[in-house]
């Protein structure tokens, strides 16, 4: 089956400036998530979607992250304005919901330089 | 919310001797518990995984063991092998959300 496909692959921008991150999820995902993985670091959940709505925000800087999955599918994420301790690598996911646990299948990231 | 400590952070190994990971979680509704293997510049894979009416679980050279009385579970690596070195990390997931420890750095030496 194909994988969790993310883009860009990398981002290099200037603080302040905004950006935006794409996932396609793996067809039939009901949950999606989106971790930001500081390097040397575990990954961190920033926001996690069911279907189109929200499970878990609580780590999400809301002044300046934002995130939808419009129709339960596609999902973006936004940094506006971007910090330069926002440089890391995010990271997708999506899982199947089965028995109210989910394994995680991971994209391949987008990794975000902010100079 | 669920709070997933890791030890070591570093590990490093002669090939062939075995690898331990230990993982402390702070939820006692956490009921999964995935481990994840990331190599350098690479997407974390699933390696691993065992629920909470599992004590043990056995996959070829790999082993997890949980013990939920006292919150922790731990990953053993046997017969370890260069191909081995990576970051690892475990995960407790209280339904429906998922907590990653920061990570363990394996080296296996040749």
């Known amino acids: 089956e194909a994988g969790v496909a993310q883009s860009p692959r990398y981002k290099i921008i200037e603080k302040r400036q905004s950006v935006a991150f794409w996932c396609n999820p793996i067809s039939g995902h009901a949950t999606l998530y989106w971790y930001q993985q500081i390097l040397g670091q575990g990954p961190k959940l920033l926001i996690q979607?069911?279907?189109?709505?929200?499970?878990?925000d609580s780590q999400l800087p809301k002044d300046r992250f934002s995130a939808e999955r419009l129709k339960g599918v596609d999902s973006t994420l936004k940094i506006q304005p971007a910090k330069l301790e926002d440089s890391a690598v995010y990271l997708c996911?999506?899982?199947?919901?089965?028995?109210?646990?989910?394994?995680?299948?991971f994209g391949q990231g987008t990794r975000l330089t902010v100079v | 919310g669920e709070n997933v400590e890791q030890h070591p952070s570093t590990l490093s190994v002669q090939e062939g001797d075995s690898a331990v990971i230990k993982c402390t979680y702070s939820d006692s509704a956490s009921n999964y518990f995935p481990w994840y293997k990331q190599e350098l510049g690479k997407r974390p894979q699933l390696i691993i995984d065992?629920?909470?009416?599992?004590g043990e679980k056995k996959d070829q050279r790999i082993a997890v063991t949980l013990n939920k009385t006292a919150k922790h579970f731990s990953l053993h690596i046997t017969e370890t092998q260069p191909e081995d070195s990576a970051v690892y990390f475990c995960a407790a997931s209280s339904p429906p959300v998922i907590r990653f420890g920061a990570g363990t750095r394996l080296t296996v030496k040749p």
């Open positions: 065992i629920r909470s009416n599992v």
């Open positions: 979607f069911q279907n189109n709505g929200v499970v878990d």
């Open positions: 996911a999506s899982g199947p919901l089965v028995g109210g646990n989910t394994e995680a299948f």
